[in-house]
């Protein structure tokens, strides 16, 4: 077992502590970066970087970010959901580690979408109806997973459905 246990720290996000939602910090007993790779592989992060060595996945909802010593999960209804998710992680990243001999490790990032493919679909009258200033700043949210056709009321219905096959392919939902 690498992964033997993790110090918790729920939180509200410091930009705004009238938020609802709770972020949770994991600081981890011991140092998992040999590990990242092999998760990577079995779980397929939405973004790796190698130095220093991290990896973000979007999963159940969330955005959750991995480092050597630190897991950060955002926008938790509550603690048991924090606790649910860090067993889970837990889990994951001991199997990882423990079948890395039959792993081929990765540091790849998923492929993400591309900007001006979202822009293309959006009606680009900069209207304001979503609350973003411009149809850009839309599709930058989009192109994270922030975003979809039900958040734009100025989209038309066809091009609503193709922006959301698009993102799909890459977000899943």
């Known amino acids: 077992m690498l992964l033997e246990g993790y110090r918790k720290e729920i939180f509200r996000p410091m930009c705004n502590n009238s938020f609802e939602s709770l972020h949770c910090h994991a600081h981890l007993d011991q140092d998992i970066a040999e590990a990242l790779p092999y998760l990577n592989a079995q779980l397929g992060a939405f973004e790796y970087s190698t130095d220093p060595p991290s990896l973000t996945l979007r999963t159940q909802g969330k955005i959750i970010a991995v480092h050597p ?22 889990n994951e ?19 993400r979408p591309k900007l001006l493919e979202i822009l293309k679909l959006l009606p680009k009258t900069n209207c304001r109806q979503c609350g973003q200033p411009t149809c850009m700043v839309f599709a930058a949210q ?13 989209i038309d219905p066809a091009k609503g459905r193709l922006l959301d096959q698009y993102l799909a392919g890459f977000f899943g939902e």
């Open 69 to 90: 010593r630190l897991i950060a999960v955002n926008a938790l209804k509550d603690e048991d959901e924090a606790d649910k998710i860090l067993r889970w992680l837990q």
């Open 93 to 111: 990243i001991n199997d990882a580690w423990e079948n890395r001999h039959g792993i081929q490790p990765s540091t790849e990032s998923a492929p």
């Open 142 to 154: 989009a192109m994270e997973g922030g975003k979809w056709a039900a958040n734009c009321p100025a």
